[in-house]
C-alpha cells in the first residue's frame, strides 16, 4: 500500500525512546501507517505527497495540556499591553486600539490582556480614573498578566452593578479606596462580577475567536490542547459549540474539554456521552483552589515571607471541593485542580484519597495543575494515587530578569529554593504533562521547552538554572508535551507518540532539536503540521 503522505529525512523522535532515529514516517488516511530507519521510497506511490524534513525533528504534535481556549483566542484578537511601563502607556494603548475599530459598535467592550504594575517603572496598581477619562461611555475590562485580576472602569463597573455597598465575593476582593469607593481594580473571584458580562459572546464570535486561536496553534504545532474551562464567572466557552465545529469539519486542533467541577456532573457525564469524537471530547472536570503567590493568594502551609498575616485564600469553598471531587471520580470524571501553594496541592492529594477511598481506583487520572510549590513530604503522593502533575515551565521566567523575580520575596529564599520540582514529580508520577497556561503566557512550545531544559529567566540568571537539580531533559520535556499530556487525558492509545496505528498528528521542526544549544531551542519553529492526516499548516 503506498503512503498518502511521506515524511523523509527526518530526525524522528518517537516519544517512546530518549534518542531520535534517522527515518522516515508514513501517513495512510488519518493515521500513521509505518515509521523507521532509512528512507521508506518504497511506499511511495504517484499519488504520495513526499516532504522532505532536510534533518529536521519529527515528532508527534504538541499537545497543550493546559489552555484556555476561549480567553486564549480572545488573546489574538485583543491588545496585549505586557510590555507596557506605566498606567498612561497601557491606556493610550487601548485608547489607539479603539480608534481602529478592533471592538465594534460604541456599545461594545474594549477589553486589553496582560498589564501588570509589577513590571511597570512605579509598581503602583492603576485605578478607573485613568480609564474613565479615556473611556467615559464604554465599558473596559482589561485582564492583567496572570489573569487572576481585572482593571476596570466606571462604566463596566455599572454594568456589573459594584459600588461602595457591593460585597467582596467569596474568594475575591473588590479594591477599594479609604472612603470604601472601588477602585477598579477586582481581584481573584470578583473578576467575575465582570467577565461574566465581557465575555458574553454569541455561538457565531466564539467560532470566530476560536478559529483565530487554531490559526496560531498549527504554527505552534500544537495539534490537542485540554481546555479548562471554568473562570471566576463559570465556564468560558460552550461545548455543544466545539461540537458544531466539529462536526463542520473546522477543528484543526483536538479539544478536550474540562468544565466546572462546581457545576451539575451529571450533566457533565451527558456531554462526555454525547460529545464524543476522534477530535472532541468531555475528557475532566476543573476547578481553582487557589490563586498566586504573587498576590499572595495560593494558599500556604507557613506565611508569607513578607506578609506574615498572610497564607493564601481559597477561590471556593474548600468544603465545596472536598464533596465534589469524590462525586466526580464516582462518575468516572478525572479532576483537574488549579494549585500554586504548598497547603492547596496537600487538599487536592487529600480529596483524590478520599475519592479513592470511597469509591476504589478507576480510571480516573486526577491532576495537579500548575504544582508551583509542594511541600517534599507529599511529593510521593503523586505516585502513590496516581495523581498527575500538569505543568508549565515558561511560569519559571515571570519575569525578564532573575533579579526582578518576586517568588523569593514573597516566599522567601527557602522556599523559592524549592519551587517547580518537576524532576521529583516525574520520578513520583512516572508522567509529566507539560502546556502553556496560554494566554496567561504565550503557547509556543519552544519557549516551554526551553525553560524546562534550562530554568533560567531570560537574562540567562541564575547560573546553572533555578533550582538545577530539578531540570528535565529535552526528551522528558517533549515526552510531557505529547505522550504525558495525552496519558493525562486517557489517549495514550491514539495520541502521543510517533507509532503505526497512532492519529496522524505531526510536526515537522526547522532543525534538530537534539543537535541545538538550548538558547537555540528557543529560536526554533514549525515548518510543518499534519493534523488528522493532513497538512494544516506549512512555512
Not at 92 to 98: H, L
Not at 166 to 180: A, S, Y
Amino acid at each position: 500500500m503506498n503512503a498518502d503522505i511521506l515524511i523523509r529525512n527526518g530526525s524522528v523522535f518517537d516519544s517512546v525512546s530518549d534518542e531520535p532515529y534517522g527515518g522516515y514516517v508514513a501517513i495512510s488516511g488519518n493515521r500513521i501507517m509505518e515509521t523507521g530507519q532509512g528512507d521508506g521510497a518504497a511506499l511511495a506511490g504517484p499519488n504520495t505527497k513526499v516532504i522532505d524534513a532536510k534533518g529536521g525533528t519529527v515528532m508527534a504534535g504538541f499537545h497543550d495540556s493546559h489552555t484556555h481556549l476561549l480567553m486564549a483566542g480572545m488573546y489574538t484578537a485583543y491588545p496585549n499591553l505586557s510590555d507596557c511601563r506605566s498606567e498612561e502607556e497601557a491606556v493610550a494603548r487601548m485608547v489607539a486600539a479603539a480608534e481602529t475599530g478592533i471592538f465594534g459598535g460604541e456599545d461594545s467592550w474594549v477589553i486589553g490582556f496582560g498589564w501588570y504594575h509589577v513590571f511597570w517603572d512605579n509598581k503602583q496598581l492603576p485605578s478607573h480614573e485613568s480609564l474613565d477619562a479615556a473611556f467615559p461611555d464604554r465599558p473596559v475590562m482589561l485582564l492583567n498578566a496572570e489573569a487572576h485580576g481585572v482593571w476596570v472602569n466606571s462604566k463596566a463597573m455599572r454594568i456589573a452593578g459594584i459600588d461602595e455597598n457591593t460585597p467582596d465575593p467569596k474568594g475575591g476582593e473588590i479594591l477599594r479606596r479609604p472612603d470604601g469607593r472601588p477602585s477598579g481594580i477586582l481581584s481573584e473571584g470578583a473578576s467575575g462580577l465582570v467577565t461574566k458580562y465581557a465575555c458574553d459572546f454569541d455561538a457565531e464570535r466564539e467560532k470566530e475567536l476560536i478559529g483565530r486561536f487554531m490559526a496560531g496553534a498549527a504554527a505552534n504545532g500544537i495539534t490537542s490542547i485540554c481546555d479548562v474551562m471554568p473562570y471566576f464567572h463559570g465556564n468560558m466557552g460552550h461545548i455543544p459549540v466545539y461540537s458544531q465545529m466539529d462536526r463542520s469539519g473546522s477543528l484543526t486542533v483536538r479539544i478536550h474539554a474540562a468544565p466546572d467541577l462546581l457545576g451539575d456532573l451529571d450533566e457533565v457525564v451527558e456531554w462526555q456521552r454525547a460529545y464524543s469524537s476522534e477530535k472532541l471530547k468531555v475528557a475532566h472536570v476543573k476547578q481553582f483552589l487557589d490563586g498566586v503567590s504573587t498576590t499572595h493568594t495560593a494558599l500556604m502551609l507557613e506565611p508569607y515571607a513578607d506578609d506574615p498575616q498572610s497564607r493564601g485564600i481559597a477561590m471556593f469553598p474548600l468544603s465545596d471541593i472536598r464533596r465534589a471531587v469524590p462525586e466526580a471520580h464516582r462518575r468516572g470524571l478525572s479532576v483537574k485542580l488549579h494549585s500554586c501553594g504548598d497547603a492547596s496541592a496537600r487538599f487536592a492529594l487529600d480529596c483524590y484519597e478520599e475519592a479513592i477511598n470511597n469509591y476504589g481506583k478507576n480510571d480516573c487520572r486526577h491532576a495537579i495543575e500548575h504544582c508551583e510549590y509542594i511541600d517534599g513530604e507529599d511529593i510521593p503522593r503523586f505516585g502513590e494515587l496516581g495523581a498527575v502533575p500538569s505543568v508549565q515551565p515558561e511560569h519559571l521566567a515571570l519575569t525578564q530578569s532573575y533579579a526582578e523575580n518576586p517568588y523569593r520575596e514573597t516566599m522567601g529564599e527557602k522556599r523559592a529554593g524549592r519551587c517547580w520540582r518537576y524532576r521529583s514529580l516525574l520520578r513520583s508520577s512516572g508522567h509529566i504533562a507539560i502546556g502553556s497556561d496560554c494566554p496567561v503566557v504565550n503557547n509556543n512550545p519552544f519557549l516551554e521547552i526551553y525553560r524546562g531544559i534550562s530554568r533560567v529567566h531570560d537574562d540567562g540568571e541564575p547560573a546553572g538554572g533555578w533550582n538545577p537539580e530539578e531540570k528535565l531533559t529535552l526528551a522528558e520535556v517533549l515526552r510531557g508535551y505529547t505522550l504525558g499530556s495525552a496519558w493525562a487525558a486517557l489517549r495514550e492509545g491514539e495520541l502521543g507518540s510517533i507509532e503505526s496505528g497512532k492519529l496522524a498528528d505531526i510536526i515537522i521542526i526547522d532543525r534538530d532539536l537534539f543537535a541545538s544549544e538550548p538558547r537555540e531551542i528557543k529560536k526554533a519553529s514549525v515548518s510543518v503540521t499534519i493534523f488528522d492526516g493532513r497538512v494544516v499548516y506549512e512555512k
